[in-house]
């Protein structure tokens, strides 16, 4: 007992000892002799160490340890060796942290621990799948971060996807990567178009009057054109009387037409690979959509709206791997056409439409869309996704249209017979034939300096007026000397016939 007391005794005295020789803060007014609190080990002197579940890492510390604090051993736990050395095992997903002491109590080192899943297997396959790229994956709680730069955008993507099916699991990934330059891709569409129409019209008309005392036989065979709808121009007519009253009339209607029509056009558009680009040269003709009426009876009005026609080009590249290029392609060409145009002069059936749409009278709607004629557009257009390498051709779309109209209207029974029968009849023959093909060249291109683009007015300058009401000259200077089509020999600039 006495023992006891004694130990008792000396610990209280250390105790008091240790007391009196801490520091003690300043005096101030009332409050002295105040303990100063002393952090001996925090996150601000920690390193940060990484570590894998189920992995490991072998620290080798300056001094020897006495002591050793680690947070959550759930997370890591610290093996100590040697009074030097601290082995770090990671054991599940987290964040911890380990701090080491010396026999005074001092801090030798702090570490904080992120223990993430093992991603070496997946930095293997993408250095092995992606080895022109310099592709980083860390561990971030329970996610997984790509860092570092890509060598294209399908490259990134890629990398994005062979992470996600790697790790697996509901572990989310993020894509930081930094694409090092983003392709530009040029691309060239020629559409070429050759239509041919061929129309042969032949028809006789044929009207006779017939006395014979007091009875008179009428006889009139008018014979339509029904392939086409159009009569000829072209007809010749003649007239024959004898033996009095007896007169016949004939008209002989015949026509021949071809023609060729032939489009070209050749639209280019530049875009960022992964951007969409537009391309639209033509027009836009206005189109009656409805009335605008004043409700004070001051009349109508129709609403206008308009659509375009013209060559457009709309396409989104996405430079691929070893240049090869894929696009979405829609391209349009399209024009005017009177063939099925609308007349609403006259009250039409259009116009007729649209006022029973309107509050007020059909009389004084249809007073508004007198005149006025919609024409139609003839339209080529061809939508897809293709892929292509770098500077190679494509027949995008293309197409073989023949149509043939034969129609043979006459009186029925006479039209039959083998030679007379063709003054009873009329013929009306039509031969449409259209041949379309779209093709597409992407080119994988670059800025230049502006020196080395030439325009299409490089040289040209407007004549002076002796030249102009003399001669005739249209300019001055057109082209720069010097400039012509490198290993070319021939005739070359523009050929009027």
């Keep these: 007992m006495a023992t006891r007391t004694l130990i008792r005794i000396a610990a209280l005295a250390a105790l008091i000892a240790a007391a009196a020789l801490a520091p003690t803060a300043p005096v101030i007014g009332a409050d002295a ?12 002197t920690s390193r940060f ?10 620290i080798d510390l300056p001094t020897d340890i006495k002591d050793a604090l680690v947070a959550d051993p759930k997370i ?16 599940k997903v987290g964040q911890t942290n380990m701090f080491f002491f010396d026999a005074a109590g001092r801090q030798i080192a702090g570490f904080d621990i992120a223990v993430t899943r093992d991603l070496n297997g997946v930095r293997a396959a993408l250095r092995q799948g992606l080895p022109d790229s310099d592709i980083r994956i860390e561990g971030v709680g329970d996610a997984v971060m790509l860092t570092g730069t890509a060598a294209s955008p399908a490259e990134s993507q ?13 572990t989310k990934v993020v894509n ?5 330059e983003r392709d530009q891709v040029m691309l ?18 044929i009207s006779a009057a017939l006395n014979t005392g007091s009875a008179v036989v009428s006889l009139a065979s008018l014979n339509p054109f029904a392939a086409s709808g159009q009569i000829p121009s072209s007809f010749l007519q003649g007239d024959w009387s004898w033996a009095g009253n007896k007169n016949v009339n004939a008209i002989l209607k015949a026509m021949e037409r071809a023609g060729v029509i032939r489009t070209l056009a050749e639209p280019n558009l530049t875009a960022i690979s992964g951007e969409t680009a537009n391309f639209m040269a033509g027009g836009e003709f206005p189109v009656p959509t409805g009335l605008q009426c004043s409700s004070n009876g001051g009349g109508c009005q129709p609403s206008i709206e308009f659509k375009k026609f013209g060559v457009s080009l709309q396409f989104t590249p996405v430079v691929l791997s070893a240049g090869r290029i894929s696009l979405n392609v829609k391209t349009e060409v399209s024009n005017i056409s009177n063939q099925n145009s609308i007349n609403l002069g006259g009250g039409g059936s259009l116009a007729s439409l649209l006022s029973s749409l309107s509050p007020i009278s059909a009389s004084s709607n249809t007073n508004g869309f007198n005149g006025i ?12 996704t293709v892929e292509i390498p770098s500077g190679g051709s494509l027949a995008m779309a293309g197409m073989i249209q023949e149509q043939t109209k034969h129609a043979v209207s006459g009186f029925p029974g006479l039209m039959q017979l083998p030679i007379l029968g063709a003054l009873f009849k009329s013929r009306d023959y039509l031969n449409d034939q259209t041949e379309l093909m779209i093709l597409v060249t992407p080119y994988v291109v670059h800025a230049v300096a502006q020196k080395k683009l030439a325009r299409p007015d490089d040289g040209f300058s407007d004549p002076n007026d002796p030249s102009s009401v003399f001669l005739g000259s249209l300019n001055r200077i057109y082209g720069v000397a010097g400039k012509t089509s490198a290993n070319y020999y021939g005739n070359y600039g523009f050929i009027l016939d």
């Design 373 to 384: 004629t919609i024409p139609s557009l003839q339209v080529r257009r061809a939508e897809t």
């Design 76 to 91: 890591a736990n610290a093996v100590v060796r040697t009074s030097r050395r601290v082995y770090m095992i990671g054991v």
């Design 188 to 205: 060239k569409v020629t559409v070429a178009e050759v239509q041919r129409e061929v129309l042969k019209q032949l028809g006789i008309d």
């Design 49 to 58: 160490v990484p570590l894998g579940v189920g992995k490991s890492v072998a």
């Design 33 to 44: 002799h105040i303990p100063v609190i002393k952090v001996a080990a925090s996150e601000a």
């Design 176 to 180: 930081n990567m930094v694409v090092r």
């Design 158 to 170: 890629q990398a994005f996807d062979l992470a996600s099916r790697l790790v697996g699991g509901n």
